[in-house]
């Protein structure tokens, strides 16, 4: 069965850190470029950031740009973001999915996604 499981997420302070976790399973990880995505209440979905297949290829949005990293463990089969610096308007779902290739085409499958809260 192929899933995909985000974990993580919390409350923490303006400032604070938060890795989040997206374990894969039901198919092979390295077959797939991984963006994560988030959505706050009353708003659009964004997406975050994006990982190529190999690693060596990664995206961030503006918003998230200098904060966030993102990294993959294909024999763990885990894709990581690493949320440094956080604000309170990085507040969401924050989901990951996966596709292709990074920039092309699109996400066919989604996680259930995790809460990150931002607030003192």
């Known amino acids: 069965q192929l899933t995909l499981v985000e974990s993580g997420g919390g409350l923490v302070q303006p400032g604070g850190s938060l890795r989040l976790s997206c374990s894969a399973s039901g198919f092979t990880l390295e077959d797939y470029a991984i963006s994560w995505f988030r959505q706050a209440p009353g708003k659009e979905r964004e997406r975050v950031s994006c990982?190529?297949?190999?690693?060596?290829?990664?995206n961030y949005a503006d918003s998230v740009k200098g904060r966030f990293t993102i990294s993959r463990d294909n024999d763990k089969n885990t894709v990581y973001l690493q949320m440094n610096r956080l604000k309170p308007e990085d507040t969401a779902v924050y989901y990951c999915?996966?596709?292709?290739?990074?920039?092309?085409?699109?996400?066919?499958?989604w996680g259930q996604g995790t809460q990150v809260t931002v607030s003192s």
């Open positions: 990982i190529s297949r190999s690693g060596l290829g990664t």
């Open positions: 999915a996966r596709r292709r290739f990074c920039g092309i085409g699109s996400d066919d499958y």
